[in-house]
């Protein structure tokens, strides 16, 4: 480590809490100014949660809600909690490709020179994202009413979305350490397709997993994407919870426990 670095890293050790949040609170104001001068940044989380619905409920609705017993009433019960459970994972990208851009335009070379926590500029930018998540969320939500999705749980829909968002917090880290170590921010989007897309679609969030071939279903046991969206359905729709509610509380406290100091590390130390 270099004297440079050594100075930086003990500066950041000498900050205390309040002044971390204090930080982190200003960050967060700075990227939600941002946001207001250009909303088309929001579009993701806009429009996503509406083409998917529609595409997966009206497309696929009627086929695989049939191979579910309940048609295409049955299907919108099934896909919307899986939906949540994407939501989480899809607009995570997003902070990595903003983190990444903001190296490319020079702002994090100004952060990193002010006497701020370098952990508060991270926590800053997950707390954003989960914002928009909370946003796309309600969109989705409010769709879902309009295709006929029935609440049976109040409580259990806050309690989804909750996970939701501790699940997405603990991915944000791993995006946010490859938008440090990547070049810029189309790297960050294509290596995040790579991951996105065998995660999403070999778990249960659009289709149940009993049809698909052993080797897939093994692989679904073990995707995390898979125990969030059956958890969602327990908690919204009703059904068992408790096996797929610790099975992602664990996945998530063991990637934040791996992705956070690494991120923080990579930060605090790039050139």
Known sequence: ???????????????PLRGH?????????????????????????LLMPVVFTLLFVYVFGGSIGQALGGGQDGYVQYVIPGMIAMMSMTLSQGVGTGFSQDFNSGVMDRFRSLPIGRGSVLFAKISVELLRMLFATTVLMIVALLVGFDINHWAGLFAAVGLSAVFASSIMWVFLTLGVILKNAQSVQAMGFLVLFPLQFGSSIFAPTNSMPGWLQHFTDYNPLSTLADAARGLMVGGPVAHDLWVTL????????????????KFRTKN
Do not use: C, K
Not at 250 to 265: C, F, L, M, N
């Open 1 to 15: 480590m270099s004297a440079a670095t050594a100075t930086l890293t003990d500066a950041d050790a000498r900050i």
């Open 21 to 45: 949040l204090r930080h982190t609170g200003a960050l967060v104001r700075r990227n939600l100014l941002w946001i207001r001068q250009d909303p088309e940044s929001m579009f993701d989380a």
């Open 250 to 265: 664990g996945w998530s406290a063991a990637i934040t426990a791996v992705a956070a100091p690494y991120a923080i590390h």
